[in-house]
T-cell receptor, first 115, second 116 residues
Framework: DQQVKQNSPSLSVQEGRISILNCDYTNSMFDYFLWYKKYPAEGPTFLIS?????DKNEDGRFTVFLNKSAKHLSLHIVPSQPGDSAVYFCAASSSDGGATNKLIFGTGTLLAVQP | GAVVSQHPSRVICKSGTSVKIECRSL??????MFWYRQFPKQSLMLMAT?????????EQGVEKDKFLINHASLTLSTLTVTSAHPEDSSFYIC????????????FGPGTRLTVL
């Protein structure tokens, strides 16, 4: 049962344009969402996160939008740069009172930014 | 800040031997560290949650006797793959959560294990 889904395995965008990466989840208990960027043979790098009490969080070129009713979040990168080319994973967790809140990862979207 | 290191970055071993992978949080303390495994073109799969000073919590289907986890201090967790076999070949990644912070996990660079 894939609780976090990234339905687009890949996305190609022109340099300077906006990249929009999408993520859907099924567990309504998730209340914290994160985006990670990953290059081949490297560990994921944290990009940006959002709590369920918000619907938008912005950090420089990266903005994450959360639509709780639709159980959907998206990552916007603008303007896109060739160095942004990587696999992007969304992840979610729930603060169910436990001490260790596991992250559940999506399957990733490969972003290619064309010069 | 929030740097996590892993050692070794790459290891090749013979079938039947054991391999230890270290995960360190360099500039923060982590009561909780996580071990993941990633197969080619697949997502990260959580193997176990490592808690400082207590036993690790393993995910369903992960053999605790095969993947030994020790979290001896607030900055170090180790994963030992015992009696490794070719099917254990994979990319192993650890992460750590800052003691003071949110649910954000910071990841190490990963360890590529190849079992011949």
């Amino acid at each position: 049962d894939q609780q976090v889904k990234q339905n687009s395995p890949s996305l190609s965008v022109q340099e300077g344009r906006i990249s929009i990466l999408n993520c859907d989840y099924t567990n309504s208990m998730f209340d914290y969402f994160l985006w990670y960027k990953k290059y081949p043979a490297e560990g994921p790098t944290f990009l940006i996160s959002i709590s369920s009490i918000k619907d938008k969080n912005e950090d420089g070129r990266f903005t994450v939008f959360l639509n709780k009713s639709a159980k959907h979040l998206s990552l916007h990168i603008v303007p896109s740069q060739p160095g942004d080319s990587a696999v992007y994973f969304c992840a979610a967790s729930s603060s169910d009172g436990g001490a260790t809140n596991k992250l559940i990862f999506g399957t990733g979207t490969l972003l290619a930014v064309q010069p | 800040g929030a740097v996590v290191s892993q050692h070794p970055s790459r290891v090749i071993c013979k079938s039947g031997t054991s391999v230890k992978i270290e995960c360190r949080s360099l500039d923060f303390q982590a009561t909780t560290m996580f071990w993941y495994r990633q197969f080619p073109k697949q997502s990260l799969m959580l193997m176990a949650t490592s808690n400082e000073g207590s036993k690790a919590t393993y995910e369903q289907g992960v053999e605790k006797d095969k993947f030994l986890i020790n979290h001896a201090s607030l900055t170090l967790s180790t994963l030992t793959v015992t009696s490794a076999h070719p099917e254990d070949s994979s990319f192993y990644i650890c992460s750590a959560r800052d003691l003071r912070g949110s649910d954000t996990q910071y990841f190490g660079p990963g360890t590529r294990l190849t079992v011949l």
